[in-house]
Each structure stands twice: as structure tokens, then as C-alpha cells.
């Protein structure tokens, strides 16, 4: 068995990757998700409060990866990349 975490992604986290960070912030925020987070998912990001309780939040530059674990199936679910100031708003 592995040891790296499986990834799943929403469409908004996929959308937001492809079409609307800056390119050189894509490639980093996706360096973050496909290495230390599949590997250390709870090492590289903290629990998020309220109303997101059960996700955590990782950072790359002023980008936030939102993230839920689900470690009887073994899989990181990218919920959410924005910027700092839009990540933990609603929508």
C-alpha cells in the first residue's frame, strides 16, 4: 500500500487551477497538493474553524488550499484554492 494519500478534487478547485490563479501560482499551489499534502495531509495544513469544521487550511504564498482527510479510505479532497482574502468567505 502506498503511503501517499489518494486526491480528489471539486470542480471548483479544478477551475480555479486551469483558469483562474496566475499561472506561476498554479504550478505552486499544485507542487503543494501532489507532495507534502498527499503525503502529510494534517504536517501541512491546521484545522479550519467554523462554519468549516472538518477541513484544513493550507497556505502557498497569499493562496489557501481548503481541504478535507478521510483516512479510512486513505483520500485529501481539494475543496477550495483562492486567495487569503476570499478563501473562508461562502460561494
Known sequence: MSDLYDLRWTRSAKRALAE?????VAAAVLELI??????TPYQVGKP????????YSAR???????????????VV???VVRHRRDAYRAG
Request: glycine content about 6%; aromatic content about 8%; cysteine-free.
Open 34 to 39: 501532489l507532495g507534502p499534502l498527499r503525503k
Open 77 to 79: 479532497t481539494v475543496e
Open 60 to 74: 502557498r504564498a497569499t493562496y489557501r488550499v481548503l481541504y478535507t482527510v478521510d483516512d479510512d479510505k486513505r
Open 48 to 55: 479550519v474553524r467554523e462554519p468549516f469544521d472538518g477541513m
Open 20 to 24: 483562474e490563479l496566475p499561472e506561476n
